[in-house]
Structure formats: C-alpha cells, structure tokens
C-alpha cells in the first residue's frame, strides 16, 4: 500500500458503488479482484449499466472472474495503449452522469486517470484501487523520456542511460515518477541497485 | 474585521430601476481610478450607512469583469427583510459617498469545464450576468437556463437574450413553464460544470438530482447568500473579550458582536465563505442555522455557530470570541 510521502505521490482508495447512469471500470490485471470486490457492495442491476475495460496481463489470469459479473459491455485489451483509442473514443462521447473507476497497477491507474483528465474529469471524482504490482512509470527529467515498470532503485533510463533516484515526486499530467540523476557530480559513483518497487 | 480585504471609497455613479422589484446601482471610486480587476461570480459587501444603524450586505457584481471604471450591482426590493434592500431602493441616489469591499469570489467558474451549464432563479441571475459576459469575451462554452416568475420580472432576461440567442433559456413560473431537470443533467457532455444561484429550495433541488444523476461534488457549484433573518431577541456571552451582549430583532449576531466592540473576522456575510465560523462554549436553548457553510453534523452538535446568519432561542449561549 502506498504511503504519503510528499503531496503529489498519488493515495489510492477502496472502489465503491457510485451514483451514476453510467459507469466505467478501467483494470490490470490483480485490480480485476477490487472490482469483484467492490460488486458484493453493489446494488442489484449495477452492472447493467457498466462497461469493463480488462488488460488480463501475460498470465491471463481473472478474466473469468470479470466475466462473471456479467457487465453491459466486456473489452479485453492486451495493452493500455491498445485501448487507448476506444477509451478516448468512449469519453469524447459520454455525458455527464458517467462515473469512473480504476483498479490495479499505478502505471494503469495513472494512464487512465491522464487521459480521463483530458475529457474534463476531475481527478478527485475518479474511484481508484491500487492492486498487484508497485511497478512505477517513471519520467526522466533530464531526457523527458519515459520508462515503463520501473521495479529497482535507482534505475536506469531507458532513454538517454542515466542512473536515475525514482523519487515519489508525481505529476498527474504525465502520468509518471520523476526520475533525477543519482550520480550527476560522479559518474563512476554507482550506488547499488534494489529491488525498491516489486 | 473584514479578512484579507480593504475597502474602497467610491460614489454612486447613477442608480437605474430595471423593473418593479428589481434597481440596480453603478459605482465609480472617488479618485477616478479604475477599480480592482475582479472575476464573474464575485460579489462585494456594500456598507450602508442608515443613521445610527450599519449594515453591511452582500452582492454579486454584474458588469462584464473586462470593464472595471464601473461596478455594478442589482438589488431586488424586499419589504419585509431587515431593511438593507429598503434602504438602497429609497436612499441611496446618484452622487452619495459609498464605502463597499473589495470584491471576493465564492462562485468562481472552474475553468477547466469543458461546458459550463448555468441554473438561475430570480435575482439569482446577477452573478451569472457577469460570468456569462467574461465566458463570451473568451470563447467559453456555457448554457444559461432562467426560471423567473413572469416575463416582466425576469430581470435582465431580455438583455441576455439579446446578446446570447438560443443559449439562454427563459421558464416562466406563471406560464407553468418548468425545467426539465432529469433530461438536462442526463444530456450533458462529460467535463460540464454545474452552477446554480437562486433561491435556497432551488439549489437543494438542483444539488440533489444532480448527485443522484451521478454528477460528481466537484462539478456543482452554488451559491446562496443567506441574508441574515430577523428573529426573537436573544442575550450572548462572549468568553474571550468577558463581554454579554444583546442581539435585536432586526439585528444579526455579527452586528451585535460588532457593535459592542470586538473585531470577528469576517468576508462574505451570507453564511458562506465560513470565515466567521465561531466556536460554542455552552448553550442551553436551539440554535436556528441559516448557513451553508457548516456540515449538517456541525449544527447537530451546537459547538458551532456562523455568527453572520445564524441565531439562537432558550436561556444561554456562550462564544468563544
């Protein structure tokens, strides 16, 4: 579970049944058991009017499970950026009265989260579970590029090959970590490497 | 004590009376100068000076924020309020030396809404008048819908239309003309910002339906300027400054503590902003709470009370103030 450490590291949540007409759940992998979770909470009839974007992940693990809950509409997507284009796709066209939940790995909920900004709504207004992986999507600030399932600490960019600290710094806007330069007076300095975020 | 604000000198630049009920007054500083840029949704406090007696009353500003050698605001008449209303409809004239705050905004437009969809009721519009005038200047995508009483009450109604067509809504409560609360909120695009203004009963309806329409807090923006209502005289003790003090019938409780002396932060006077927010030492009697500002679990505890609206019936109160 994450803990605060600075103001922007994200704090996730429980997924709850929200009033809504609508309501889309976006999850990887583990994060398919907070919404079977959340479903013994949920009303008769919920899932009538849900949609479930599902990235299994390799071990193709839950999807029997999501299918179980018998939602209105059912995608399983192989990556986030697969769907990506349906998801914008579904929210350019949605209305006011869609609730949003998100369930599993950061990097997924970050994703989300980034392009559920875009269609205006507000991150507070977004239900969020985190589950299964701390794998960290990680921004180096020095090249601008980013590093998908970050798992040590430091670790190295994928981009320009800096030894970066993953700091707990976040921004919303680009859905990652920020990673700085560990040794930047010292090259030959190599700090060992952790396994920080499994 | 007014938090954070200074107060502007100005004089009443030209009084203007827009229907039966409704006259709006225009200010100007007394040096000349502009007045302080300000945002749509801001409203000043207008101190009125009636004898012995002060008032100090609320009201949204209704010029386009792009125009600030001028603030204006519009005041509807009524006869059986505290007298705030009476006072600047029979006294107040071109040329009187005014002193008003400076303003603050309790209603902002989030900015970031893809639509904003504005709710009006009555005198409720003043706020909306001022913001729709700065959305136009910047391209903003917004919708008005105006629920008056009759076509010739419907202040400004005609000067919105005018100036935004089909984008402004009129519904007429004596043509039994209602809005279709269900269907607008379900037909909004994602990102929209709700805004109502207007009576108390309007925004609880419209604040409702749209939480249970799904519509998330963030997205509803209302505002209510609760002005404070007469009632039985009451008597106050207040702790900090060893004081006991009396509150009249037409008088509010933040009257009352000011006139005897003692300073309470203060901003928006309509039960708000929460800057008055005063802690409750002990009472013995019921507390009356017209604000919008403390959670419904505060005013079932009696530890706190919003001295700018709210009153008290029974046998004692103590403040700590």
């Known amino acids: ?198 | 004590m007014s938090t954070g604000t200074t107060k502007l000198d100005v004089v009443v630049s030209d009084v203007v009376p827009v229907n039966d009920l409704v006259t709006r007054f225009h200010f100007r500083r007394r040096d000349g100068e502009l007045l302080p840029t300000f945002s749509g949704g801001a409203h000043v406090v207008v101190e009125m000076r009636d004898g012995d007696r002060t008032r100090l009353n609320p009201y949204s500003l209704m010029g386009s924020p792009l125009d600030t050698r001028e603030y204006t605001i519009s005041i509807r008449r009524d006869d059986v309020g505290r007298g705030g209303s009476l006072f600047m409809h029979r006294q107040v004239k071109p040329g009187l030396e005014m002193v008003i705050s400076y303003p603050v905004n309790l209603f902002s437009l989030d900015l970031r809404a893809k639509k904003h969809l504005m709710l009006a009721g009555g005198i409720g519009i003043t706020p909306f008048v001022a913001q729709t005038s700065q959305l136009a200047g910047a391209g903003g995508n917004f919708e008005l819908h105006y629920t008056c009483r009759t076509a010739s009450l419907g202040t400004y109604a005609d000067v919105l239309r005018e100036r935004y067509g089909n984008r402004v809504r009129l519904y007429h409560d004596d043509r039994e003309e209602r809005i279709d609360i269900e269907r607008l909120l379900s037909s909004q695009p994602l990102g929209t910002h709700l805004y109502v203004c207007g009576p108390a009963g309007m925004i609880n309806w419209v604040r409702d339906r749209a939480a249970s329409l799904g519509w998330p807090s963030e997205t509803v923006h209302f505002e209510h300027f609760a002005a404070p209502q007469p009632g039985a005289p009451f008597d106050v003790t207040l702790a900090v400054s060893s004081k006991t003090i009396h509150v009249g019938e037409q008088q509010s409780l933040l009257e009352a503590i000011e006139a005897a002396g003692v300073d309470p932060p203060y901003l928006c006077r309509g039960g708000v902003c929460g800057q008055c927010e005063t802690n409750v030492i002990s009472s013995d009697g019921k507390f009356i709470h017209n604000d919008h500002w403390l959670s419904e679990e505060d005013h079932r505890s009696g530890c706190k009370i919003m001295p700018c609206v709210s009153r008290f019936e029974g046998k004692s109160l103590v403040l700590e103030r």
């Open chain 1, 1 to 198: 579970m994450a803990a605060k450490t600075i103001i922007s590291r994200p704090i996730y949540g429980t997924l709850s049944p929200q009033p809504g007409k609508h309501h889309l759940f976006i999850a990887d992998a583990e994060g398919a058991l907070a919404i079977t979770d959340m479903a013994g909470k949920a009303p008769a009839g919920f899932f009538d009017g849900a949609e479930i974007v599902f990235i299994p992940g390799p071990e193709g693990k839950h999807i029997a499970a999501v299918e179980a809950l018998k939602p209105a509409q059912l995608h399983i997507a192989p990556s986030f950026a697969s769907l990506l284009p349906r998801l914008r796709q579904t929210l350019t066209n949605a209305h006011m009265g869609l609730r949003l939940y998100l369930a599993g790995t950061e990097g997924l909920i970050g994703q989300a989260m980034q392009t559920a900004l875009e269609a205006g709504i507000d991150h507070t207004s977004m239900q969020t579970e985190h589950r299964g992986s701390l794998a960290r999507r990680m921004q180096c600030v020095h090249c601008k590029g980013i590093t998908e399932n970050v798992t040590t600490q430091p670790a190295t960019c994928s981009h320009c090959g800096l030894l970066l600290l993953v700091r707990d710094h976040y921004s919303r806007r680009l859905a990652a970590f920020q990673g700085v330069c560990i040794n930047a007076e010292d090259r030959s300095d190599i700090p060992p490497m952790e396994e920080a975020f499994p």
